[in-house]
């Protein structure tokens, strides 16, 4: 499974961006998404997940009410609305298991660059 994230970029503050996770290779139903971020200096954190079927979904509290996550075929879209000085951060796809930890993702795209200007 590849997974490739894109959409990232310079923003300023209250801004929106839509950042894109394409997978390809192996990929079948069985793997759900989830979104990660590391800021520099931090800890990975997780951000939001869907399940492969779309039927359920996670978020962080931090990014509640302003992020939304979408399934289109095998693209997972992360829309982030409102956005903050504090999401400034590289943010990751992975592939796996749902759930809000990196542990049950097998698969980790690259990352895509979020800068949130104040």
């Known amino acids: 499974v590849q997974l490739q994230a894109s959409g990232g970029g310079l923003v300023q503050a209250g801004g929106s961006l839509r950042l894109s996770c394409a997978a390809s290779g192996r990929i079948s139903s069985g793997y759900d998404v989830g979104w990660f971020r590391q800021a520099p200096g931090k800890e990975r954190e997780f951000v939001a997940a869907?399940?492969?079927?779309?039927?359920s979904t996670s978020f962080a509290d931090s990014v509640k009410g302003r992020f939304t996550i979408a399934r289109d075929k095998n693209t997972v879209h992360l829309q982030m609305n409102s956005l903050k000085p504090e999401d400034t951060a590289v943010y990751l796809c992975?592939?796996?298991?749902?759930?809000?930890?990196?542990?049950?993702?097998?698969?980790w795209g690259q990352g895509t660059l979020v800068t949130v200007s104040s």
């Open positions: 992975a592939a796996g298991r749902f759930s809000t930890t990196r542990r049950t993702y097998d698969y």
């Open positions: 869907i399940r492969w079927s779309g039927g």
